[in-house]
């Protein structure tokens, strides 16, 4: 079965600095990994994904993403974090060997980015 | 020009009610998805459907039942509404590529209050 691990509710980060959202993943093959955002009381927005090749994403809104196999994390990153940026950010997995293309989503990780 | 679409936005109803929530794409995609999200913001899969045919059934009570008239459109109708039914239904659509690592486009959701 595959999941997904979002290790923190919160993350709390100065505008300006940096900001690292982790994931971790657990698939029985090799996966595709999905980075979407949700604003309140949105739906959610596609940021980037990882299908193969270079390990270093980059996607929407200045947001890049690595995919570690040997630590399997995929997580989410931006070199300096804007106030807009607050939101709830959803890393999802689906794994290649099964061919099952519904979406196994983590638990969510919410931003907030302080002016 | 909403790529994802779906009404009712909001959907205030008393328990035991039987309601549906309709969903439209315009991207040409052939592979459609209902998911739920509860009240802590945890996502999960309910149904998918390619072509028009139900290819993702997860344990969903059998109150729900997705309809699918054509590839354009996937509607939800629930029976006998429960308070637990409560939560955001989204709806996504994607290609159906057989490679798997196709995008999914998310609806604005639909906010489903069952009193």
């Known amino acids: 079965a595959q999941s997904v691990a979002q290790p923190e509710d919160q993350v709390n980060v100065a505008e300006g600095n940096p900001l690292t959202v982790k994931c971790t993943y657990s698939v029985s093959g090799n996966p595709y990994l999905f980075w979407y955002v949700q604003y309140p009381n949105r739906g959610l927005q596609f940021l980037l994904k990882?299908?193969?090749?270079?390990?270093l994403v980059k996607g929407s809104y200045g947001f890049e993403a690595e995919f570690n196999k040997s630590q399997t994390s995929f997580h989410l990153k931006k070199p300096s974090a804007l106030v807009s940026d607050s939101a709830l950010y959803f890393c999802a997995v689906r794994d290649i060997r099964t061919g099952r293309r519904a979406l196994t989503f983590g638990s969510g990780t919410r931003l907030q980015v302080q002016p | 020009d909403t790529a994802v679409s779906q009404t009712p936005k909001y959907l205030v109803t008393q328990m035991g009610n039987d309601k549906s929530i309709k969903c439209e794409q315009n991207?040409?995609?052939?592979?459609m998805y209902w998911y739920k999200q509860d009240s802590k913001k945890f996502l999960k899969i309910m149904f998918s459907?390619?072509?028009?045919?139900?290819?993702i059934n997860e344990t969903v009570p059998n109150r729900f039942s997705p309809k699918s008239p054509d590839k354009a459109h996937l509607n939800l109708h629930i029976n006998s509404l429960e308070l637990g039914d409560s939560a955001v239904y989204f709806c996504?659509?994607?290609?159906?590529?057989?490679?798997?690592?196709?995008?999914?486009?998310f609806g604005p959701g639909t906010r489903l209050l069952v009193l």
């Open positions: 990882y299908i193969t090749g270079d390990n």
């Open positions: 996504a659509s994607s290609h159906g590529l057989a490679g798997g690592g196709e995008t999914q486009y």
């Open positions: 459907y390619n072509n028009k045919e139900l290819i």
């Open positions: 991207l040409g995609h052939d592979t």
